[in-house]
């Protein structure tokens, strides 16, 4: 006499009315939770440590006793720690989201990264949505383990020191080798599924500084950006609020000036550029003397100077603050009229 078989998720009707929009309500209310501490004082980067360490954990467990769960009917407990491991890419998303919205400027390319971080805060709290979308396909599944570890640890770690661009690659290569577990898959032993993450570690390196203009250098972002007559003592002269100014005007100053505050956090030394634009053409690049350090409220103050005024004066100015490895942190924009 054989057992009857152990009812499934879709069986269980409790399970599948929580599985429907209730826990989409309450995974959506527990990342605007984890939202609301992240404004309201941080970033703090043990959030975001423990956040990725029960996750990582959750799935390596997952992946490994999964099919010795389903052989005994254990598919309520399967289902309890897809919704657990679901919550967790929520609220680990919506948590650095805040940090990237800050860092990318919108008129860039780089808006694309934090676009990407909302769709997948979005989609994870959705359940029908998740569950049609990411739950079937085990790739995306572990596409999104690596994107939301990643996206994670490029805000964490310049919070301890590390510089953008080395938390940028430092990001990408522990991503890859955290899934090494699901490199196994298909019979294949830990140490061939070590060396298919370290290869994939090291492609991630190469893809990710191929297209590290992609990723704002969050948490660095620019705090304040004007134009103006000149820079003393750290503050601007005849600041041009309105980021309107005539010909004139430029002519009698005989050089323009572009002020901008820096934030990056505490213990962060960053070296930072200016680069002008005139209508499009790039026309200076000034590499500034002194690396931003991290740790001021309002911002590490720097500015350049633009003094190859040749007519015609009139046109459409940007000022693009950019890393030493070339991540836009943020633009200033101002017009000179006729």
């Known amino acids: 006499m054989t057992e009857p078989p152990a009812p499934s998720a879709a069986r269980l009707p409790i399970v599948g ?22 404004r309201r004082g941080l970033p703090h980067v043990g959030w975001i440590v423990g ?58 390319p780089n808006v694309a990264f934090p676009a990407a971080v909302a769709a997948g805060a979005l989609v994870t709290a959705i359940d029908p949505l998740y569950r049609w979308l990411v739950h079937p396909r085990p790739w995306l599944n572990h596409a999104l383990l690596g994107f939301s570890i990643f996206a994670a640890l490029n805000v964490a770690l310049p919070l301890v020191g590390v510089r953008p661009i080395l938390a940028l690659e430092g990001g990408a290569v522990l991503s890859a080798l955290a899934l090494a577990p699901a490199f196994r898959r298909g019979g294949a ?37 004007v134009v103006a007559r000149a820079v003393t003592e750290m503050q601007p002269v005849e600041p041009v609020e309105g980021g309107v100014l005539s010909a004139a005007t430029v002519m009698e ?43 001021r409220r309002r911002g590490f103050r720097t500015y350049s100077r633009y003094t190859d005024l040749q007519p015609p004066i009139a046109g459409h100015y940007r000022v693009d603050v950019i890393t030493a490895s070339g991540q836009l942190i943020g633009r200033l924009r101002f017009t000179v009229i006729p």
Do not use: C, K, M
């Not at 599985?19 to 527990?30: E, K």
């Not at 999964?66 to 967790?88: F, K, N, W």
């Not at 370290?198 to 250098?217: K, Q, T």
């Open 17 to 38: 009315w929580l599985g429907g929009w209730p826990i989409s309500i309450v995974s959506l209310a527990l990342g605007l939770a984890a939202l609301l501490v992240f």
């Open 51 to 108: 956040y990725l360490l029960l996750l990582w954990l959750l799935f390596v467990l997952i992946t490994e006793l999964r099919s010795p769960l389903l052989e005994r009917g254990q598919r309520l407990v399967l289902t309890a720690a897809d919704y657990t491991i679901q919550t967790l890419y929520h609220n680990l998303l919506l948590f650095v989201l805040p940090a990237y919205y800050a860092a990318a400027t919108l008129d860039s």
């Open 189 to 225: 032993g830990w140490l061939r599924a070590h060396a298919r993450a370290l290869g994939a570690a090291v492609l991630a390196i190469g893809l990710v500084w191929a297209g590290r203009i992609l990723v704002p250098p969050a948490p660095l972002f620019l705090a304040r950006a």
């Open 253 to 295: 100053w005989g050089e323009l000036a572009a002020y901008t505050a820096v934030y990056a956090p505490a213990g962060v030394r960053q070296a930072i550029g200016h680069v002008w634009w005139r209508d499009h053409e790039r026309v200076a690049y000034v590499a500034l003397p002194t690396p931003v350090q991290g740790g």
